[in-house]
C-alpha cells in the first residue's frame, strides 16, 4: 500500500491510501522482502498460472450441527 501522510501543524493525519499491486501470496502468510533502498523492488512468493479466484466458506454456529 501506499499512502499519503500529512505532519503539518500539530496532527499527523493520513490521508490518500492506495494499493500499489495486486499479489497472490502462494501461502496465507505467503514471506516477502523489501531489496535495498537503492534498487527499490519487492520479493514475493506467489502462485503463477492461476487466474480464477477460490471461494472462501465460512461456516458459522458449527456446533449446532454437531448436536443434529
Known sequence: MS???NGS???FRVEAVRPLFTVR???PRAFFDLL???????????LLG???ETPVTLLVNWPTL???
Do not use: H, I, Y
Open 36 to 46: 535495498p533502498a537503492d534498487e527499490p523492488r519487492f520479493l514475493v512468493n506467489t
Open 9 to 11: 501543524g500539530q496532527t
Open 3 to 5: 499512502v499519503d501522510v
Open 25 to 27: 501470496p502462494a501461502r
Open 50 to 52: 492461476q487466474t480464477e
Open 66 to 68: 454437531l448436536k443434529r
